[in-house]
């Protein structure tokens, strides 16, 4: 599960598998890093 949070603090979550164009063999955790799925990987 992914939590993206808007400015008003509303919090939003999906699943991965949700997300459009995401492949079986990509590397999920370097693409989470880098913010290809939305969700903020820092705090």
């Known amino acids: ?10 919090r939003t979550a999906y699943r991965l ?3 459009e ?3 079986n063999d990509d590397n ?3 693409k989470y890093m ?3 799925y ?3 990987s820092e705090l």
């Open 1 to 10: 599960m992914l939590v993206q949070k808007n400015q008003d603090c509303e």
């Open 38 to 40: 939305g969700a903020v």
């Open 28 to 30: 999920s955790y370097a």
């Open 34 to 36: 880098a913010g290809a």
């Open 17 to 19: 598998d949700s997300v």
């Open 21 to 23: 164009g995401i492949r």
